[in-house]
């Protein structure tokens, strides 16, 4: 018998709970209370609406480059919405909603991309990760927090995101491996968006699932359909049970699209046809999950009008506030701090350095 | 007082303050049961479980990137590469992550954590196994870069740099493993990082090195006592945040001055070490300072190694270069 094929037992579930069609299936239909569903929507619609402003913002001169997540709502609200302030939440940078939903507040987001250090500052109490731009590094983080977790004999959950670019790099192996090696609490969530910039996922893989990787590591994984809040709720509820009683790792694959470009700074026309976008923005998931909830009687047009009005004005807050925030942030010298817990006496003496340049230009400005 | 290698030295070390902080634990390749490669963490995992001494898949990223989560989440890790030479697998989470969380929070998450590597030539290693690479982690703000110079001081510094509250590489001489032992008190003893020290006073000449070569500065400098030379001889201890006061102070009596280090010349400690002299002291200087270093070369295969390794007769020719009247 020198060749046999050896059963690993393991197919890859797809699930989806409300169809294409918008039609939903009552058997899988999750447990959410009308409460939550609306903070769900609420926050989704969020998600959306200041992801359009900051667009006006950017094209307007008023913030710098950043990425959209429109069309991914469902993606990461579904999945986060199932953490507790305890549990860890490590982003990569295309979570802005997730990251609002958990306490970063949306003036800090502006902050960030219009280039002020202020806008990574992670209030005290919450136990989040700053967003991490180098692509997939993350995930070892989320790994070690898990263990760290374990070994504290907590039952808190590490909840890290990425995309389907990020499953390229070491640390994606590196860190799925790891965590399944030490059984650590992490939920893995992929946005597989399909682009990496401009590379489309046919070129980023070879797999027809990204789920079925967990396979190699021994872990379960699924592929969800990432537009649909339900299905990403419920796919992510499983992992987090299994996470918090100390059964393992889980990597959740959720199907969506980036219907936007990379950052405002990336031109799609180069790479990818409007006909391909057009067909998935008819997926949507904010209109799915809009009829979802009108089906069920918790929302009308009404309801969608005072929450739209809300949402907006709420941004328009948060706009103000950071543009206050940004006149008054006015000291650069600031860049020196906390570099280390104690600055060394070189980098005092080019802290002062800075000082005396900067002085020199504010009599000149006085003078002037 | 026992006497020790430094591979003992720095087992002393974890295990003290393993047992004193539940946070501390150990991560690595072969740390576990085999006690790593060169012993340093022997017997640690029969006396505090495979739960804080963690043998880690081969996979150097993941070691420093989960040391990272974990020193966010408030233990202190301290991890090992096998080698130096390995470490560069590590660098983006080092140099994108450790080296900022805590500028990037200001403040709000700190990465206490230690990455332990043995670096350096002279002890007939296969290739990639040799390097002095020091620079690369000095070059980066937000990381400190540790490299003690014997036994004792390998030990009280590795306790200062579990308990520094950074990111610290710890650069371990393998020529300096089991060269030479020391006198090393049972009780807890700490150096701070950042400090150099004076290892012998001298007015005629200033001698800069770190770890492996101060044994052969040391000896070059007995050597020019016998000429009537007395070299004043700077033991670095820490490379970044790197420590000029001591240095600056000398070369102010000396006026002349040497820096020797195994690491590649150009754009090695030494170009800075001679940059902050000739910044603070160049009014004092007799004669242009020299440095003795490896070649800009990848080290030779270990046939040739010692070619390229400072040794005692050229820190002696740099040294008399200075001597110009």
């Known amino acids: 018998m020198p060749r046999t094929k050896i059963d690993t037992g393991h197919k890859v579930e797809y699930l989806s709970i409300l169809d294409d069609q918008n039609k939903l299936d009552k058997e899988l239909e999750p447990d959410i209370s009308e409460e939550r569903l609306l903070e769900l929507y609420r926050t989704m619609l969020f998600g959306r609406r200041f992801d359009e402003r900051m667009l006006n913002l950017q094209r307007q001169g008023r913030i710098g ?27 990569a940078f295309r979570e802005t909603a997730a990251e609002i939903w958990r306490g970063r507040s949306p003036a800090s987001v502006l902050l960030y991309y219009n280039g002020f250090n202020e806008g990574t500052i992670i209030p005290m109490e919450q136990r989040d990760m700053p967003m991490a731009v180098p692509v997939g590094s993350q995930i070892l983080h989320a790994v070690g927090l ?13 909840m890290t995101f990425f995309g389907d670019g990020a499953t390229s790099e070491g640390d994606f192996h590196e860190g799925l491996n790891c965590a399944a090696v030490y059984q650590a609490p992490v939920v893995f969530i992929c946005q597989n968006n399909h682009w990496a910039i401009s590379i489309p996922l046919q070129k980023q893989m070879h797999t027809a699932t990204i789920a079925e990787k967990a396979q190699a590591y021994g872990m379960p994984g699924i592929q969800v359909d990432g537009n649909d809040v339900l299905a990403v709720y419920a796919a992510v509820e499983e992992a987090c049970t299994r996470a918090r009683n100390s059964d393992g790792p889980t990597l959740i694959e959720c199907v969506t699209y980036r219907v936007m470009m990379h950052t405002t700074a990336d031109d799609p026309s180069r790479y990818r046809s409007e006909e391909e976008v057009a067909v998935w923005q008819k997926k949507d998931p904010l209109p799915r999950f809009e009829t979802y909830l009108e089906e069920k009687g918790l929302l009308d047009a009404t309801g969608r009008d005072d929450l739209e009005d809300k949402v907006q004005q709420q941004i328009q807050e948060a706009v103000d506030a950071a543009e206050k925030q940004m006149k008054e942030l006015g000291d650069p010298i600031y860049m020196f701090d906390h570099l280390y817990e104690q600055l060394p006496p070189y980098l005092q003496r080019q802290k002062e350095e800075l000082e005396m340049r900067l002085q020199a230009k504010k009599k000149e400005a006085d003078h002037g | 007082m026992a006497k020790m290698t430094m591979v003992q030295a720095l ?23 085999d006690g790593g490669v060169f012993r340093v963490s022997d017997g640690l995992i029969d006396e505090y479980g495979e739960e804080r001494v963690i043998d880690t898949p081969l996979a150097e990223s993941a070691i420093v990137g989960m040391a990272i989560g974990m020193a966010v989440y408030g233990l202190k890790p301290v991890c090992e590469m096998q080698f130096s030479g390995f470490a560069y697998q590590a660098f983006h989470q080092l140099e994108n992550h450790a080296a900022r969380l805590r500028w990037r929070s200001q403040g709000r998450l700190t990465v206490p954590m230690v990455m332990r590597a043995p670096y350096g030539g002279g002890v007939r290693a296969l290739e990639h196994h040799s390097e002095s690479r020091e620079a690369y982690w000095a070059h980066t703000p937000g990381l400190k870069m540790v490299i003690p110079s014997g036994p004792r001081n390998a030990r009280a510094l590795l306790l200062s740099a579990i308990r520094d509250p950074d990111p610290v590489i710890f650069y371990e001489s393998k020529a300096l493993y089991r060269a030479f032992r020391e006198e090393v008190p049972e009780e807890e003893e700490t150096m701070p990082i950042g400090t150099s020290q004076m290892v012998r006073e001298g007015n005629d000449l200033t001698l800069i090195a770190y770890g492996a070569m101060l044994q052969p500065t040391l000896e070059a400098a ?61 009014y004092y ?33 740099a040294a008399r270069a200075t001597q110009i009247q």
């Open chain 2, 222 to 282: 007995a050597e020019l006592a016998k000429d009537g030379i007395q070299a004043a001889v700077i033991d670095l201890l820490t490379i970044a945040p790197l420590d000029d006061s001591l240095m600056i102070e000398s070369i102010r009596q000396t006026g002349r001055a040497v820096v020797v280090h195994e690491a590649p010349r150009s754009f090695g400690p030494g170009a800075e070490i001679i940059t902050r002299l000739m910044e603070s002291a160049f």
């Open chain 1, 146 to 158: 898990a263990y760290a977790a374990k070994y504290r004999g907590t039952d808190e959950v590490v």
């Open chain 2, 11 to 33: 087992n002393l070390a974890l295990r003290q303050e393993m047992a004193k902080d539940d946070g501390v634990v150990l991560l690595g390749e072969d740390v576990g049961p």
């Open chain 1, 65 to 91: 480059t950043f990425p959209p997540i429109k069309g991914q709502e469902a993606a990461q609200m579904g999945a986060v919405f199932h953490l507790r302030p305890k549990d860890w939440l490590v982003p």
């Open chain 2, 285 to 317: 200087l007799e004669a242009p300072i020299q440095r003795v270093t490896g070649y800009d070369l990848i080290i030779p295969y270990f046939s040739r190694e010692k070619l390229y390794m400072p040794d005692v007769k050229r820190i002696l020719e």
